[in-house]
């Protein structure tokens, strides 16, 4: 098995998931980056491969079983380990999201993704985690999953969105119960909050920049053994459920 550190970013050919393959390959990491888009994998891979990072495409739709056991396989085949899984991929969902307007069919699609993916892909990839002398696991979630902010006077929390924001509040649900079940494995799993940052699935409308997102994944992807497990992060601390 390679004596590299190797990490598995999930919808990393973009965005803060590509940020976040970028520190984890700045840190001398072996790093696979998990897309749908064949083209997009690849131009992310040799722009990674260019800046010094050992990159590496992995063919990887979350919603798709099938794809999800491949990608397991390539990993392990690859690596042999996974030391360090990011499931990063997500979607918003489309308009209106008004609870009294949303389409169910919306909410289902944003939790197939958000939620069961998330899911699928940590299954899948348990088995070559159990390997790692350090396994860690970040689930990026984001603030408006918090209940308590949710529901705070004055707080903002953006739009109403009856299947986004709620599928984070499942995410951080699930988290918690793979923290429960893996306390005694070593195995360290944590939501992230990366804060409202410009990308492409808010229209680039965001304050911060993927690469600052990016910072609190890497920061639990990082941690320490003993370092806390189940918990909701973002760079000022923990995050309110």
Known sequence: MSEQTIALVTGANKGIGYEIAAGLGALG???????????????????????????????????????????????????????????????????????????????????????????RVTNAMLPLLRRSPSPRIVNMSSGVGSLTRQTTPGSDTGPIAAAYSPSKTFLNAVTVQYAKELRDTGILINAACPGYCATDLNGFRGVRTPEQGAAVAIRLATLPDGGPSGGFFDDEGEVPW
Not at 51 to 71: C, Q, Y
Not at 73 to 91: K, P, Q, W, Y
Request: charged share 25%; proline share 4%.
């Open 29 to 119: 990491w072996r790093v696979g980056v998990g897309a749908r888009d064949r083209e997009r994998r690849e131009t992310a891979v040799a722009k990674l491969r260019a800046a010094g990072a050992d990159a590496f495409g992995v063919p990887l739709d979350v919603t798709d079983d099938a794809s999800v056991a491949g990608a397991a396989a390539l990993v392990g085949e690859s690596a042999g380990r996974l030391d360090v899984l990011v499931n990063n991929a997500g979607i918003t969902g489309s308009a209106p999201q008004l609870p009294t307007e949303v389409d169910p069919a919306t909410v289902r699609t944003v939790v197939e993704t958000n939620v069961i993916g998330v899911i």
